[in-house]
């Protein structure tokens, strides 16, 4: 499974644009921000918009777990999106269920 760089998304038939991988939604609000970026004469690259708008879609906080399994938090990640909710809460529910 290949997953959308800017909201986490299965992709098929997505697009790649400045080394991101895109779906066919956000491609287009990527490229509307690049596009506008050079009409402005900004420096502006496609990857980097791509993972702010995965950031403010998928709750990123300041909570920080050092040493943690690549693909265990690929799967936390890809889990959340799945179920519709943030990473953390995806956390306060695993850890409520552990101390439970």
Not at 19 to 43: F, P
Not at 68 to 93: E, F
């Amino acid at each position: 499974m290949r997953l959308c760089d800017a909201c986490g998304t299965d992709v098929k038939g997505g697009f790649g644009i400045g080394g991101a991988l895109l779906c066919r939604s956000c491609a287009v609000d990527v490229r509307a921000e690049l596009d506008a970026g050079h009409a402005a004469g900004k420096s502006v690259n496609a990857m980097g918009i791509a993972k702010r708008m995965f950031r403010a879609d998928n709750d990123t906080s300041d909570c920080k777990i050092r040493d943690m399994p690549q693909g265990l938090w690929d799967q936390a990640k890809h889990r959340a999106i799945t179920d519709g909710i943030s990473l953390r809460d995806l956390v306060i529910i695993a850890l409520s269920k552990y101390l439970g």
